[in-house]
T-cell receptor
Framework: KQEVTQIPAALSVPEGENLVLNCSFT??????LQWFRQDPGKGLTSLLL?????REQTSGRLNASLDKSSGRSTLYIAASQPGDSATYLC???????????????FGQGTILTVHP | NAGVMQNPRHLVRRRGQEARLRCSPM?????VYWYRQLPEEGLKFMVY????????ESGMPKERFSAEFPKEGPSILRIQQVVRGDSAAYFC??????????????FGPGTRLTVT
């Protein structure tokens, strides 16, 4: 059974800092990994998706890396801003014979607070 | 291109009543997933549907819960005889169906169900 763990559970940083969020998963047979952002009382916004064959993806100030063999992913946020404050979720989909089965298994999330 | 739409956004039901949650996927998406987020818990997969087919319902409670995605119209998550423990945020996601490509999931804003 796939389990996804995110560390730390909460993080508070001053504006401008670079930071790293960690995600680990127990079963390396994944199809892809997604990072999401969730604002309080809102839905999920997809930030980055990494295919199992890829090592990293970048979007603006965000960079996500994937080490499938060790079951780890990191989300790097450069020059953090107060608007980055949210819960960040990592989720994986299982690899079912070379295709994505689609079902996401989520971590518990990291609550990020960036203060001015 | 409208995103995933869910309605209602907030739903209040008394114990024993029925709750019907609707999800309209993004245009061109034929796969729908339902997830539940209980208070202080992470997001958990419930069910995965394609048009007129349930692909995986391994996350659905055995009783009172059902889901459908008819040929025409939105996907419906139905909860019969609701109990207080059903109070949660219910999220729908959709993805396209393309052989060989990732199945990135796009989430709706969620329906927050409160059972009184």
């Amino acid at each position: 059974k796939q389990e996804v763990t995110q560390i730390p559970a909460a993080l508070s940083v001053p504006e401008g800092e670079n930071l790293v969020l960690n995600c680990s998963f127990t079963d390396s047979a994944i199809y892809n990994l997604q990072w999401f952002r969730q604002d309080p009382g809102k839905g999920l916004t997809s930030l980055l998706l990494i295919q199992s064959s890829q090592r990293e993806q970048t979007s603006g100030r965000l960079n996500a890396s994937l080490d499938k063999s060790s079951g780890r992913s990191t989300l790097y946020i450069a020059a953090s801003q107060p608007g980055d404050s949210a819960t960040y979720l990592c989720a994986v989909t299982p690899n079912a014979g070379g295709t994505s089965y689609g079902k996401l298994t989520f971590g518990q999330g990291t609550i990020l607070t960036v203060h001015p | 291109n409208a995103g995933v739409m869910q309605n209602p956004r907030h739903l209040v039901r008394r114990r024993g009543q029925e709750a019907r949650l609707r999800c309209s996927p993004m245009k061109g998406h034929s796969h729908v997933y339902w997830y539940r987020q209980l208070p202080e818990e992470g997001l958990k997969f419930m069910v995965y549907l394609q048009k007129e087919n349930i692909i995986d319902e391994s996350g659905m409670p055995k009783e009172r819960f059902s889901a459908e995605f008819p040929k025409e119209g939105p996907s419906i998550l139905r909860i019969q005889q609701v109990v207080r423990g059903d109070s949660a945020a219910y999220f729908c996601a959709s993805s396209p169906f393309r052989q060989g490509l990732s199945y990135e999931q796009y989430f709706g804003p969620g329906t927050r169900l409160t059972v009184t």
